[in-house]
């Protein structure tokens, strides 16, 4: 029991130290502390409105966070989630326009299956790259992020902008996900929807592949380097292309989570960092899936409370907290994995 | 011939921070420390460099402060990876991840804006009188700032390559255990490195401000990562990297070229990236990264 809790202290201290530090970076800018808590706090758990925008705002993060965790447990660190959203996003949105005539469901399903297989796809090429020259997957990943939003701004610009904007036409209305305010009126006004318990079905399907799978098995081998993995007569390079692009496939279901579950309409920069923020959710879960949840609440938290605190202070002092979240993440990781702290561990 | 000198004179003008920041991270990755941060270290550099030439109407001064702010958020990165000993990637995400935030929140506060500085009305020192003959290009490599920019990756090269310090520095970033075992302060070593490239970056951040006249929000673009870019094709070696960054800013200024006739430019936004992940795509063949790369050093951990 004792090291249960010593797992969770790493990502609890780093969070309230974030908090803390944010706190006092807002009563430097003459915000009262008492005030600003109440903000962060009362408004994101404090009302059904709050409390349904908190779990609308973890829903694309649940799964960049798993886009990350997926190929992190393979040894690969994934900054392409960003890239990988929008382009799911994007390839859906197409599929929801053009296929508007198909029944209900099976628009539903071509939908999702466009955004996994598009944020595969653009996973692959990391994978590919990483595979056939060696190039490494962080700095190829990044560059795919610019890659992405040239190409979609270019093919929305030239055939699918409606006039004025940077938006397409809606999908149909088939594949939208039911909000969950039709349901249960403690919700009401906010954008929480089905999507958030289709994250969770995600969450609970990578869990399994990764801990109870040979697959699974085979890609944390593959985690302790490829000649582990030939030893054990895998194939490294095939397994790196299924990491990433697994990867991949994970950060477009986040663009497809939020289209079909709320805007249902592709925008530009509808992504609004979720693939980065995707980072920070996985280091707090310590790249479980089963965690990822829990982790992507904290920082949908965060990215609600953002809209609330922005009366009283920049809302950008939240995007602050997230960075010294990481910070502290890392520094007290590496404290608990040599030992120095035994009140942690690793 | 006008023609072809003012195009020279675009590339070297979009080069300097690209080059600053590729040799501030070969500088820093040499000593062992893998440093992505630098995309928000030349955001937090130019921000530097506006704020204080604004503030004081110095540019000397702006230059300055941009060189300082470039140096204390390398520090920053340094104190975390290399004292703390944590993980170098998620490091240098969350520094710029921090500088976009931290930039936009002080661009509120100072100027009340959200999304740039006034102008900078003070322009640092013009093009030196004997550079007249060149023409557009002479106006641009004449600078003071520019003739400093290729100073250091002169002295870079050397001093990286060739000289007593920057042995210490390789071989922090190759056999750290030799290095303590020869009496050096691994972490020290480390640290000045960071520190120093954080710095030379900030030069690149201070030429980009200046070049804008205002810091605008976001304004390092992804300059940083192909900066990154350029140093892995350039092998870690900051003569080379330079070089590569010559290429890549060739091709932006082609680009540039190209979307003033006609052709889409959107599309061709892609173009320094997409040539930046050709490059690292085996183009230059393997490159080996210093062996101790992104490995933190604790002491007496390591054999000699």
Known sequence: MRARLAILATPIVAALIGIAIGVGIAALLGAPPG???????????GSGYGFGQVLFRATPLIFTGLAVVLPFRAGFFNIGAEGQMAVGGFAMALAGIHLHALPGPWLWIACVVAAALAGGAWGAIAGALKARTGAHEVIVTILLNFIAAALINYVLNRWYALP???????IGAGAWMPRASAAIPFFRGSGLSAAFVFALAVAAGCDLLLLRTSLGFALRILAGGPRRARYARLSPSRLTVVALSGGGALAGLAGASYILGYKHYFEE????????IGIAVALLARNRPAAVPASALLFGILSQGGLAVNEIVPREIVDLVVAIILFMYIVLDSKAREGTWRWISS | MDLILSFLAQIARIAVPYAMVAVGGCLSERSGVVNIGLEGILLNSAFGTAVGTITTGSSA???LCGVMSGGATALLHALV???????????GLAVNLASVAGTRALLKVLYAS???????????LGALPGFSVLGPLGETIGQPLFLAAVGICVLAERGLLHSGAGLLVRAAGERPGALEASGYDVPRVRTLAVVAGGGIAGLGGAWLAFQQNSFTDGMSGGRGYIALAAMIAG???????????????AAEALQIRLAGRGLSTQFLNMIPYLVAL?????WVGRATPPAALGRPYRRGTEEA
């Open chain 2, 278 to 282: 050709a490059v690292l795509a085996g």
């Open chain 1, 269 to 276: 920069g509808f992504t609004g960092g979720a693939g980065f």
């Open chain 1, 35 to 45: 005030r600003f808590l109440a903000l962060l706090i009362g408004q994101t758990l």
């Open chain 2, 81 to 91: 990876t290399v004292r703390a000993r944590a993980d170098q990637i998620v490091s």
């Open chain 1, 164 to 170: 004025e904007t940077v938006r397409t036409a809606e």
């Open chain 2, 235 to 249: 092998k870690w070696r900051p003569g080379a990297a330079a070089a590569a960054c010559i290429v890549f800013a």
């Open chain 2, 61 to 63: 001064f702006g230059i």
């Open chain 2, 114 to 124: 959200a999304s740039n500085s006034p102008r900078i009305t003070e322009t640092p």
